[in-house]
């Protein structure tokens, strides 16, 4: 079956230290983003991608990073300087058909606690 | 800038009753218009989506909902509620960022739909 996964489904971390989510899709979608889900607030998006070796900012995009290297994944760190990190990530995809319909998959996400 | 707003935070309904949830947005140009819901602690599923055309949508689980450019809204509506119903429910917009391959969604801050026996 083809669709998004994201690990692991809990992390917990330190103050102070980095820590990577994990996204792998295989519906072969070019377009993968990630976003931050806090209660009340809705989704906002962090980074995408829109091809191999190429990644943008979204509106939150400090305090993190991501890598492209494969067409199938797309890690997200979090990094120390993320002042607050404690939140549900959700990884999404699309297959990026530029002005056609195109809709967003999305994995069961990753949520996040530091300690 | 779009932007999106679900002025009603937490709605209870009846099992068996009718259901409208209600869904504003901004946007410069056309709009393409989700719905998704998402289950607490997982991820979203999109009930349906809005891109030209019709403007009366039909979506997944008896789920519909309306285009109305003079309003700028786009709610969502069932006839008949399920208990199973009971979940968040976003309304997203978005359109292609400049002329590349990815679609940058703006979501509401949700609504959360309540279901009583």
């Known amino acids: 079956d083809g669709g998004i996964t994201q690990s692991p489904k809990y992390l917990f971390r330190k103050e102070g230290q980095n820590v990577t989510l994990s996204c792998e899709q295989n519906?072969?979608?070019?377009?993968m983003y990630w976003y931050r889900q806090d209660p009340g607030q809705g989704l906002r998006l962090i980074y995408y991608?829109?091809?191999?070796?190429?990644?943008q900012k979204g509106d939150i995009a400090e305090g993190y990073s991501v890598s492209r290297e494969k067409k199938e994944s797309f890690p997200l760190t979090v990094t120390s300087a993320q002042k607050n990190p404690t939140a549900f990530y959700l990884c999404?995809?699309?297959?990026?058909?530029?002005?056609?319909?195109?809709?967003?998959?999305f994995g069961p996400g990753t949520r996040l606690t530091v300690l | 800038a779009q932007s999106v707003t679900q002025p009603d935070i937490h709605i209870t309904v009846s099992e068996g009753a009718s259901l409208e949830l209600r869904c504003n947005y901004s946007?410069?140009?056309?709009?393409?218009l989700f719905w998704y819901v998402q289950s607490p602690g997982q991820g979203l599923q999109l009930l349906l989506k809005?891109?030209?055309?019709?403007?009366l949508v039909q979506g997944i689980k008896g789920f519909e909902a309306e285009f109305k450019r003079s309003q700028s809204s786009f709610n969502l509506r069932k006839p008949s509620v399920h208990w199973s119903d009971a979940a968040e429910y976003f309304c997203?917009?978005?359109?292609?960022?400049?002329?590349?391959?990815?679609?940058?969604?703006?979501f509401g801050t949700g609504t959360r739909l309540q279901v009583t026996l």
């Open positions: 997203a917009v978005g359109g292609a960022i400049n002329t590349g391959t990815a679609s940058k969604l703006t």
């Open positions: 519906l072969n979608h070019d377009a």
């Open positions: 991608s829109q091809i191999v070796n190429d990644f």
């Open positions: 999404a995809s699309s297959s990026g058909t530029p002005g056609a319909d195109d809709e967003q998959f």
């Open positions: 809005y891109f030209s055309g019709d403007t």
């Open positions: 946007y410069g140009a056309t709009p393409y």
